[in-house]
């Protein structure tokens, strides 16, 4: 009894230590971290089973005394360590590495002479910036004024998507550390009082709840950094940040505001929410709508509202997919007028804001001269797909263009049809690029005279099928899941009953395969078990002809505006279905292949009613026409 009060005495005597000048770095030196996760988990800070040479003196004598007392308090410790991490504030802290890990790379890789000064600036906190605190008036002092420095170095349009993410990270930890008197309040709902506000605020109001370590993470694992985040969320937000610094500019120039209904306009599309949300869209649709629909005066003391209304448009057309949505988009793009401003601007915008390649700007030039896609503008079109340098951003805007002058053109439509199938070779290529534009935004109703991106995705649909199932299959390999004998390849020449034959014992030996390999592991679903669920769900698609299980797959496969790893709740639960006829089919004797082709197609059949389910609650709440 004497010795547990006296643990728990010098327990409340070392507590208080924790927060001691000369003992707090110490202390958390007798901290080790676990190997990092991928999102640096603050519950991977545990004690260690050492003291620091400090703590111990270097003697030994009383190494297991000093252990014992530091297990007593290890609970008590980590939890408060732990709570410490739990706020937002604190998740933010513990990201100081990988935002003083770039500021090395930031230095190396950049030319700007402000970006140079911002890695500097980071970099004289050094790496233990957020483990302890000499002097923390003066390191108060330095944080306001690197804040300031941030500040105004995020005005800068020549900052890439990479700096400027990794510049956001970094101010965001930063203001982490004021005290709440001391930060700029960001407004929750923006009004014109706001639009005075530097260009730092809308980005971290557009940014403030996303986790950009993963982000950053990825765009700074290689040099030169990728042009754009593959998180669309992000890149969204980044480009949405970029048109509203731009619109003010234009403002401030003039000397004049804003007329009141493009003014009301402008701040419902900086107080779109990040992921936008569809009535959020339907709403900013409807004022682009009321904003083309006016009869506009152009001066040149008057902000051009047209060609600022279409940008927003645009914008919203380029990455925002939800389907109710982006119906509301296509009945813009259907009225004449409107459709007319759209296509207008559409070109003159990219042509004054992008670095085009020569053949690029000379067919955009074309197109603003005559409305008309001809024979010759098809194989130049064709011709810049095999220049991998462009960017997809670009080829994708030019199919935007293309896709405007077809509209309400039956004549032409049918013309750029025949000239595009003699280039059939290129489809899968002209697929993939128009893919990654739209982001999975791919109707699986395909009515062609909707979208004529729509005709892209069903021209030689099989070709196109054929070498995504080969890619998945190739992946597959690479990451070990299978061998070559093992997949499908090079067997479209066959006819049904044999390719229905061969297919479904390929899909034998694959079943078997992963369901002895889930019985020893029964792991949780690896990214590579739902690729391997894709693979096979492609497999039994070509197997039936089934298109619509295709293009279900293709539209339903990813979350929209997310990472291709967040999948929706119609891929996970027909790729859960998958997984159980795995666990299922086959028992302990593997089962014999009569009995697996059987079990295989009910397995079949309950996709059919999956996707009619699907379909069905897009009717009811009236996203798709009956």
Not at 196 to 210: A, T, W, Y
Request: hydrophobic residues 35%; contains cysteine; proline residues 4%.
């Amino acid at each position: 009894m004497t010795r547990s009060y006296l643990s728990f005495y010098l327990i409340l005597l070392l507590l208080p230590l924790l927060y001691s000048c000369r003992l707090n770095l110490p202390l958390l030196h007798g901290y080790k971290k676990l190997d990092p996760t991928e999102e640096e988990d603050p519950r991977t800070l545990l004690l260690a089973d050492h003291l620091t040479d400090f703590q111990a003196g270097k003697h030994n004598s009383n190494r297991e005394n000093a252990k014992s007392l530091f297990q007593t308090t290890k609970v008590a410790l980590t939890h408060l360590f732990v709570t410490k991490t739990q706020t937002p504030d604190g998740q933010s802290m513990i990201s100081w590495k990988l935002w003083y890990d770039n500021s090395h790379k930031v230095s190396e890789s950049s030319a700007s002479a402000g970006v140079q000064e911002m890695a500097e600036a980071v970099l004289k906190f050094g790496p233990q910036f957020d483990r302890h605190q000499h002097n923390p008036e003066r390191e108060m002092e330095y944080i306001m004024s690197t804040i300031d420095l941030f500040s105004r170095s995020l005005e800068d349009d020549k900052l890439s998507a990479a700096e400027r993410i990794w510049s956001v990270g970094v101010l965001s930890y930063l203001r982490a550390r004021l005290p709440e008197e001391k930060k700029s309040v960001i407004p929750s709902l923006w009004t014109a009082e706001d639009l005075r506000r530097p260009r730092e605020q809308f980005l971290l109001f557009f940014l403030g709840d996303k986790d950009l370590r993963p982000v950053a993470r990825q765009m700074w694992s290689e040099f030169p950094t990728e042009v754009e985040s593959s998180e669309r969320v992000i890149q969204e937000a980044i480009q949405r940040g970029s048109i509203v610094h731009l619109v003010k500019k234009q403002t401030d120039m003039i000397h004049n505001e804003p007329p009141p209904d493009f003014q009301e306009l402008f701040l419902a599309f900086i107080n779109l929410k990040t992921p936008i949300k569809s009535q959020k869209a339907l709403s900013l649709i409807d004022l682009i709508k009321k904003q083309l629909n006016e009869p506009q005066t152009k001066n040149w003391n008057r902000l051009d509202e047209e060609s600022n209304t279409v940008r927003l448009f645009l914008h919203l057309e380029e990455y925002h997919y939800e389907i109710e949505s982006c119906l509301g988009l296509e009945k813009l793009i259907r009225i004449p007028n409107i459709r007319e401003q759209i296509l207008k601007n559409a070109i003159s915008l990219q042509l004054a804001t992008e670095k085009l390649h020569p053949v690029f700007r000379n067919l955009l030039i074309g197109f603003e001269k005559t409305k008309l896609v001809d024979s010759h503008r098809v194989t130049k079109v064709l011709e810049l797909l095999k220049q991998e340098q462009i960017p997809i951003t670009q080829l994708g805007r030019l199919f935007r263009v293309i896709n405007l002058v077809l509209h309400g053109n039956k004549k032409i439509y049918k013309s750029f049809i025949l000239q595009l199938d003699e280039h059939s070779e290129m489809i899968p290529k002209l697929f993939e690029i128009l893919f990654k534009y739209r982001y999975v935004r791919m109707n699986p109703q395909m009515l062609p005279w909707q979208d004529r991106y729509d005709f892209i995705f069903t021209t030689r649909e099989e070709q196109t099928a054929e070498k995504y199932r080969n890619d998945l299959g190739k992946l597959l390999i690479t990451k070990g899941v299978f061998t070559s004998h093992e997949i499908i390849r090079d067997i479209e020449y066959l006819n049904e009953p044999s390719k229905k034959t061969m297919v479904t014992a390929t899909l034998y030996g694959i079943f078997k395969k992963i369901s002895r390999s889930r019985r020893i592991t029964r792991k949780e679903h690896t990214n590579t078990d739902w690729l391997t669920a894709e693979y096979i769900l492609h497999l039994i698609s070509f197997k039936n002809n089934d298109k619509i299980l295709y293009r279900h797959l293709r539209h339903d496969q990813h979350v929209p505006e997310k990472v291709p790893e967040a999948y929706t709740l119609f891929f996970k639960e027909i790729g859960d279905e998958i997984f159980r006829f795995i666990d299922n089919a086959f028992g302990d004797d593997d089962g014999n292949f009569d009995t697996f082709a059987k079990a295989l197609k009910e397995l079949e059949n309950s996709f059919f009613f999956m996707i009619w389910k699907t379909d069905r609650s897009r009717y009811e709440n009236g996203v798709l026409k009956i």
